[in-house]
């Protein structure tokens, strides 16, 4: 046993001497697992099948700390290890200089995006200004808000309620078209008649509340809105039934073998939760149910089967349900102590027609006339809706996308109302594409309907007639064929912006102006 030992124990020390500071850097170099590899097919090298290694008091230490023993003594031929003269070299090296080829941050070749810090800056300086002008507004003018005031806003008279009125009588107009809808299915009407009723009824439901609110002067100018509002809603609802239920006759008149559902409206998924409630097919689906359904749906486009979800969560809608409470009043409390003042201040420069103070009193009324909008969007898109989504297991949450990216004008308007934007597409764009009518011609026809329906919300319950907004709307045409052409990236969002801070807001104020000085002119 000895004499086996004594022949192996020159081997072994000849390996371990022979071992250079470059091969052990090779060996760190390969990482921790292809270290204890290396270490697996060394013993496999230096030690013969069947022998035991050698037990050595340094086999205990970690393997980096081994090495750098080994690194620190001399070689057999006396020498330094040039690993040590490598550090040395890189120690001298790094004191020696100080500077490497490198940009600035704020450089576009840097490569850096972090400005976390500037955007907080930025927040807390937005704060601060608002803050400023929030101070100044209680001195100069006192607290203005009157929640009280608010309920006239609605009723001159709180013995009669004409828009609430007019509000319910649109449930003729729903059933007028369910009603239609159902003779179709069975064939009682013919199709000519069929379509002949719809455009009536359609018709009616634009001519019908605008006349009313023109010739009665007990509906104030916000109840005109908000009736004329839900009644241009029902009309786009209601052509979406009539040309779904159109679709599905045109199938089951193909002699389909078995139709479940339209072809523009796909099944979905059973994992979504509506496994709990049953699919309908046509005509099943033309009852007052599924008809109420989808008039109190959040949603402009109808189909056969909606997504829906399993269960309705508590606290998610008391969540929406308190930021709609909270949002109304601050909506409220900043158009009375915000708005107002600064509208009669206004009053002054444009009766004058001094140029210079009327752009100064446009821009001062587009900041809080924007901070206004933005809260509008949160409250409507995804408070209330999420809120009314919840409460009727409605699927589809996808009530807006991320408009505030938008790098051209054509993203933003179809990003920034997805309901609305699913109905033009669904129901005027593609159809339109399919008649041979080319892209922008399309695009410009949509953005004539869209102005057509600004001006109608606008100028009716006013009852004044400016085309502020239908011009509005129009220039975004030619706005957004330049945003495209010309401008990109950082640039074309930031015009996007500025469109919307000093765009359309501005024509709305207008219409806000122009009705101050026609009622309470005289008298400031």
Known sequence: MSDRSDARGPVSRRRRTTISGAAAAAAAAAGGGAGATGRQAGGSQVHDAGDKPPQHPARSEPRDEVQGHAGDSRDVSGQHSPRKETSAVEDINQRLSCHVLQESLLSSASGYSNYRGILNWCVVMLILSNAR???????????????????????????????????????????????????????????????????????????????TVLSLTSITPVGGVLSLGVYTTLLLKLYSYQDTNRWCREIRQAKAKRMTRSYSCPSVAQSNGSAVHTHVS??????????????????????????????????????????????????????QQWMVPTIQNSMKPFQEMDFSRMVERLLKLAVPNHLIWLIFFYWFFHSSMNFVAELMQFGDREFYRDWWNSETVTYFWSNWNIPVHKWCLRHFYKPMLRKGVNKFMAQAA?????????????????KMFRLWAFMGMMAQVPLAWFVSRFLNGIYGNAAVWISLIIGQPVAVLMYVHDYYVIHYGSST
């Open 282 to 335: 046509y005509p099943g689906n033309l009852t007052h149910r599924d008809m109420y359904y989808f008039v109190f749906a959040p949603t402009l486009c109808y189909q056969l089967n909606f997504p829906r979800s399993p269960r309705i969560r508590k606290r998610f809608l008391l969540r929406r349900l308190f930021e709609m409470l909270f949002f109304m009043q601050l909506l409220v409390g900043l158009i």
């Open 133 to 211: 002008l929030f101070l100044e507004n209680i001195i100069k003018y006192g607290i203005l808000v009157d929640p009280i005031q608010v309920v006239s806003l609605f009723l001159k008279d709180p013995y009669s309620w004409p828009a609430a009125c007019l509000i319910i009588a649109s449930n003729v107009f729903i059933l007028a078209t369910l009603y239609t809808e159902r003779r179709l299915a069975v064939g009682t009407i013919s199709k000519t008649t069929g379509l002949i009723f719809h455009v009536i009824n359609l018709s009616s439901l634009l001519i019908v509340p605008s006349a």
């Open 446 to 462: 949509v953005f004539l309907v869209s102005a057509f329906f600004h001006e109608y919300l606008m100028s009716v319950p006013l």
